[in-house]
C-alpha cells in the first residue's frame, strides 16, 4: 500500500475496487451506509480503528490504494 487510507477518495476509490457499495462496505467495516457516505465527502473522518480496518479489507483483496494526486476518477 502505497499511502495509508485517510482521503475520501482513497475510501470510495477502495470500495470500488472491491466492487461494492456503501451499503455493504459500511456492514463490512461495521458502520452504516451514511457514515461511509460521510467519510467518502469528508463531512467526516474514519477513526483509527476503521483506517487500520480500511487498510486490512485493501491488503486481503489484494489492492493497492494509491496517493490521493494520483486518483484521477472513482466511480461510486
Known amino acids: 500500500m502505497s499511502s495509508a487510507i ?3 477518495i482513497q475510501i470510495t476509490y477502495l470500495r470500488s475496487m472491491m466492487g461494492i457499495g456503501k451499503i455493504e462496505f459500511g456492514r463490512r467495516m461495521g ?3 451514511v457514515t461511509v457516505h460521510f467519510w467518502e465527502t ?3 473522518n474514519p477513526s483509527k480503528t ?3 480496518l480500511m487498510q ?3 491488503s486481503n483483496h489484494h489492492i493497492d490504494i494509491p ?3 494520483d486518483i484521477m476518477e ?3
Do not use: F, K, S
Request: proline share 10%; charged share 30%; glycine share 4%.
Open 31 to 33: 458502520v452504516n451506509r
Open 56 to 58: 486490512l479489507l485493501a
Open 50 to 52: 476503521a483506517v487500520i
Open 74 to 76: 472513482v466511480e461510486e
Open 67 to 69: 496517493a490521493p494526486e
Open 6 to 8: 485517510v482521503q475520501p
Open 42 to 44: 469528508g463531512e467526516r
